[in-house]
């Protein structure tokens, strides 16, 4: 099976930083192409907060650039998501989702377990 192993966040005060990260593991991955980060908080939708292409292209959710930055190394098939300068409107939870090429020859979308975020202020 493929599988989205999400390891980091927890809590920080406001102004703090956290680093998440994301690795994709599986015996029948070929390729990843997009991977990329979504958080929900309670009674909220989910939302964008960043994604990465496989050539390098990056795009941020509202609220988030200039604080948050997405990096993968894809020798390692892992996507991470450093979070600077943190508020307590961050607060949720985290997921990565990642678009992964296996041996069937087509991109599938797979989601992490999701990590909780809590900023206090």
């Known amino acids: 099976q493929v599988q989205l192993v999400q390891s980091g966040g927890g809590s920080a005060q406001a102004g703090g930083s956290l680093r998440l990260s994301c690795l994709a593991s599986?015996?029948?991955?070929?390729?990843?192409?997009?991977m990329g980060w979504y958080r929900q908080a309670p009674g909220k939708q989910r939302e964008l907060v960043a994604t990465?292409?496989?050539?390098?292209?990056?795009n941020y959710g509202p609220g988030v650039l200039g604080r948050f930055t997405i990096s993968r190394d894809n020798a390692k098939k892992t996507v991470y998501l450093q979070m600077n300068s943190l508020k307590p409107e961050d607060t949720a939870v985290y997921y990565c989702?990642?678009?992964?090429?296996?041996?069937?020859?087509?991109?599938?979308?797979?989601w992490g377990q999701g990590t909780q975020v809590t900023v206090s202020s």
């Open positions: 599986g015996s029948t991955i070929l390729s990843i192409n997009d």
């Open positions: 990465a292409t496989s050539s390098g292209s990056i």
């Open positions: 989702n990642v678009a992964v090429r296996t041996t069937s020859r087509v991109f599938n979308n797979y």
